[in-house]
């Protein structure tokens, strides 16, 4: 299964002067991190590929890890469970590119052919 998940903290010392979240929300990166898991981690989600009950632990730790840092945790996630499917978080991406002709992936901006 492949999870996406957003953790947004809200008040308290987690939200910097700036606005930002970015502190506490590494918090819940380095968890998911230590994890051993395969993961990606984007501007807005982090991806984590496993068995049902060791990403629902990992999202509950890294929430948990969150949660440390500021009295409201907003979660958002989406599931894509296929038993017997390992590997996608990079597969469903490489045939992607395939049929775009891409099978390393997209150009890097700012490269050339």
Do not use: C
Request: glycine share 10%; hydrophobic share 40%.
């Amino acid at each position: 299964m492949i999870v996406a998940f957003s953790l947004s903290p809200s008040g308290g010392d987690a939200v910097a002067d700036d606005g930002g979240m970015s502190e506490a929300v590494a918090e819940a990166v380095r968890v998911v991190r230590e994890s051993g898991l395969p993961h990606q981690t984007t501007a807005m989600f982090t991806y984590i590929e496993g068995e049902w009950d060791e990403v629902m632990a990992v999202v509950k730790a890294a929430t948990d890890a969150v949660a440390a840092r500021a009295p409201r945790v907003g979660l958002v996630l989406k599931a894509d469970i296929r038993p017997g499917h390992t590997d996608e978080l990079t597969g469903k991406v490489a045939r992607v590119n395939a049929h775009l002709g891409q099978p390393e992936g997209p150009r890097q901006p700012g490269t050339s052919d």
